[in-house]
């Protein structure tokens, strides 16, 4: 059974970082796309940052370049998010998924397998 824990969500201010994790179990197809996805109350679920596990191919949305990162350990099965300069409208319950897939990274409906989220909260 394929398994996304996320981890690493809080409270920070304007300016501040944040390190997300998502622990990955159960999960064995080698040519996969992982990514991280937000939701705001409100709003649609959006495409953050995604990696191909092929070759390590990092994708990201147009507010967030320069600022976020993501990684994968495989040794591990951890994907982490890392952000930087956090901003109030990154407010958002963030999701890690993973689809067997290439193609499309930033785009929620095509993720097959999602994690419970984890809630980030940016105070101006």
């Known amino acids: 059974q394929v398994q996304l824990v996320e981890s690493g969500g809080g409270s920070v201010q304007a300016g501040g970082s944040l390190r997300l994790s998502c622990v990955v179990s159960?999960?064995?197809?080698?040519?996969?796309?992982m990514g991280w996805f937000r939701q705001a109350p409100g709003k649609e679920r959006e495409g953050v940052a995604a990696?191909?596990?092929?070759?390590?191919?990092?994708y990201y949305a147009d507010s967030m370049k320069g600022r976020f990162t993501i990684s994968q350990d495989n040794a591990d099965n951890t994907l982490y998010l890392q952000m930087n300069s956090l901003k109030p409208e990154d407010t958002a319950m963030y999701y890690c998924a993973a689809k067997p897939r290439l193609g499309l990274p930033l785009r929620a409906g095509v993720y097959n397998y999602w994690g419970q989220g984890t809630q980030v909260t940016v105070s101006s």
């Open positions: 990696i191909y596990t092929t070759d390590g191919s990092t």
């Open positions: 159960g999960y064995t197809y080698s040519k996969s796309s």
